[in-house]
């Protein structure tokens, strides 16, 4: 029997799960949006203030819920990078002196990694290798995943990542931080008729008239501002601008899902991160996979955002390959390269 605790602090939730051979045995998060919504985004300071202040209740809480003790744990998964680097310090400290007293292991755990690796949780069927596309608020890439720990970028944004451009765009049409879920929301609820109702002309595509797998969306937000600021800014133009944003943002990455897949020859597709919640990418990539016979792969809605269970789960596989503790040094890093060593 091996149990994993797992702990995630690197932005603005704190999450802890703990995952046995069993499965996933119990998840508590807390999210910050309320401390931050008032500043338009994450303040570093209050974030780390905010993980020391749940830490200890949300560990309580899932020993709880999992009804074991202390001494069940046999290892201790903590994010050690990237992301903020006063949160994932509380995070780690935390993970690095519980794994001393209780004199078990503590593995660092790369949080893209676990993000990639979330969609494994529900379905440990799904094997390497797989193409991942990492759609975040930090991060837009496509990356061959060869095994646990061996993983290659194929592309990247140059400027803003997807949900980024979500919460810009949202941001600039007058929609309350983090915009970008709700901007989605919308955008599947425009009723319009692209005919007879108010509705933009069709937003460029970037980048897919050019070879490779690079993304840009900067260009798409300075766009959406431009049509917003002619338009009638009203609730239909609201609409109408996130349903055309949506759609050419969708659909670039749909076509760039399938050069990858093409590129690598590789017929799995992972999808990773918070935007993995979109529901029109979604369904943009079922059909398209399932046309050129490939199956994509998304985690649980609730896992696609940071949480506990995806860094529970890293680790527990890390246990399985005896990965060696990460020592007592408490080390983090702010940039990591996912191709990278701690
Ligand atoms: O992975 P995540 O929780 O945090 C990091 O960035 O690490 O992703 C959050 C991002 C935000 O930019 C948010 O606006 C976006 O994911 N997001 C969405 C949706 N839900 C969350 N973007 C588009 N459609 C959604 N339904
Ligand atoms: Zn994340």
New binding site residues.
Partial sequence: MMLVLGIESS?DETGLALYSDEGLLAHALYSQIDTHKLFGGVVPELASRDHIKYLVPLFDEVLKEAKIELKDIDAVAYTAGPGLVGALLTGATFAKSLAYALGIPSIAIHHLEA?ILAAKLDDPQLEFPFVALLV????TQLIEARELGAYSILGDTLDDA???A??KTAKLMGISY????M??KLADSWQGDYAHKWYPASFPRPMLDRPGLNFSFSGLKTHALNVWQKSAQDDNARAAIAHAFQQAVIETLSVKCQRALSQTKISRLVVA???G???FLRKVLHESMSNSNATVYFPKMQF???NGAMIAYAGYLYMKQNKKDSGLDIQVKSRWPLTSNL
């Fill in positions: 932005c993000h975040s608020g930090g991060h997807v949900g980024e979500f919460d983090p915009g970008g879920a901007l989605a991160g918070g935007v919640a979109n529901l696609c955002t940071d």
